[in-house]
């Protein structure tokens, strides 16, 4: 399994941008996505969830801004952020449910994610 995130950057208060995840090593298409992230001295938490079918949930201080969408055809997950915060300030990490042992895992929705990359820094400032 290998997810590879990208997109993050530098960007103003109510500004917005777009997060990639290149996935590979697994059927995609078959799988529970979601995104995760990690403010400065804070744990990795659940964002956004999108099903195989094309469901899809969010917690609650990012709903209405931030969207989450798959491509299968091309083995990519994505998630649009709108309306940025500074508190949106994070380090972003798109993860596969998991019941795999022996893999580090947040819990989200009642479910494990895993797999997750090397992140893409999204930094919300002035």
């Known amino acids: 399994v290998q997810l590879v995130e990208s997109g993050g950057g530098l960007v103003q208060p109510g500004g917005s941008a777009r997060l990639s995840c290149a996935a590979s090593g697994f059927t995609f298409s078959s799988e529970n996505m979601a995104w995760l992230r990690q403010a400065p001295g804070k744990g990795l938490e659940w964002v956004a969830f999108?099903?195989?079918?094309?469901?899809?949930n969010y917690r609650d201080s990012v709903k209405g801004r931030f969207t989450i969408s798959r491509d299968n055809a091309k083995n990519t997950l994505y998630l649009q952020l709108n309306s940025l915060k500074t508190e949106d300030t994070a380090m972003y990490y798109c993860?596969?449910?998991?019941?795999?042992?022996?893999?580090?895992?947040?819990?989200?929705?009642?479910?494990?994610?895993?797999?997750w990359g090397q992140g893409t820094q999204v930094t919300v400032s002035s």
């Open positions: 999108i099903g195989i079918k094309g469901g899809t």
């Open positions: 993860a596969k449910e998991t019941e795999d042992q022996g893999v580090p895992t947040v819990r989200g929705l009642g479910v494990n994610w895993g797999y």
